[in-house]
């Protein structure tokens, strides 16, 4: 089975605090996401990558940043946290070919509770 | 107009009802259609897809594609309180590097 981890399940970090939220899957999986999810507001894209070191920016990249140094490893940077970035932050893969079957379907990984005091 | 437009519940239903939950989406290149479960707390995990239109079965799930309304369903027979979770649709043309377009979700209980 498709396996996406994120490294914390909760977080609590202050304004103004360099945070980094890190995303691994097991699949090889060429495309990888990252999504923001607030009641009302339903799962927005933040951004996404195609490939190595390849990010392109979804619709609310504002504050934040990514890396991708690896295929199976995504990272998303607050570069200077706030407030409004209180929010559960979902890391996602996907392969770019059909996989058996499902074609495009999108494995998440469990969700990081971010706060930000 | 929202590319998807989902109703946000929530939506309470007794143990056994049978739920119908919708979307309806504007972009007539939508090819792949699925259906994500998602738990509290939990991140989205995928219940089923369908490709274009028609029906598909899964248990005691449907999913149905009409795409001459731009109308996609999940139907839910025999409802169980296990059932309780927010669903949320989700859709993409024919692109494996084109990015799902998510409803906001609904959110459904059943009560026992």
């Known amino acids: 089975d498709v396996k996406v981890t994120q490294s914390s399940r909760y977080l609590v970090k202050r304004t103004g605090e360099k945070v980094f939220l890190e995303c691994v899957q097991d699949?090889?999986?060429?495309?990888m996401f990252w999504y923001r999810q607030d009641p009302g507001l339903g799962l927005r894209l933040i951004y996404f990558s195609y490939d190595v070191k390849m990010k392109e920016k979804g619709d609310i990249p504002e504050g934040y940043s990514v890396s991708r140094e690896k295929k199976e490893r995504f990272s998303l940077i607050l570069e200077s946290a706030s407030t409004n970035q209180t929010s559960m932050y979902l890391c996602?893969?996907?392969?770019?070919?059909?996989?058996?079957?499902?074609?495009?379907?999108?494995?998440f990984g469990p969700g990081t509770r971010l706060t930000v005091l | 107009q929202k590319e998807v437009e989902q109703d946000p519940g929530p939506l309470s239903v007794p143990e056994g009802a049978i739920v119908s939950l919708n979307c309806t989406y504007s972009?007539?290149?939508?090819?792949?259609f699925m259906w994500y479960r998602q738990y509290s707390r939990k991140g989205p995990e995928l219940l089923m897809y369908t490709y274009s239109s028609g029906n598909k079965e899964d248990g005691r799930f449907t999913a149905q594609v009409d795409k001459s309304s731009k109308y996609i369903s999940l139907f839910i027979r025999d409802s169980q309180p296990s059932d309780s979770a927010t669903y949320l649709c989700?859709?993409?043309?024919?692109?494996?590097?084109?990015?799902?377009?998510f409803g906001k979700g609904t959110r459904l209980s059943v009560i026992a």
């Open positions: 996602a893969s996907n392969p770019l070919t059909p996989d058996r079957g499902r074609v495009y379907t999108q494995y």
């Open positions: 989700a859709m993409t043309a024919l692109s494996g590097n084109t990015p799902l377009v």
């Open positions: 699949m090889d999986h060429e495309n």
């Open positions: 972009n007539s290149a939508f090819q792949y």
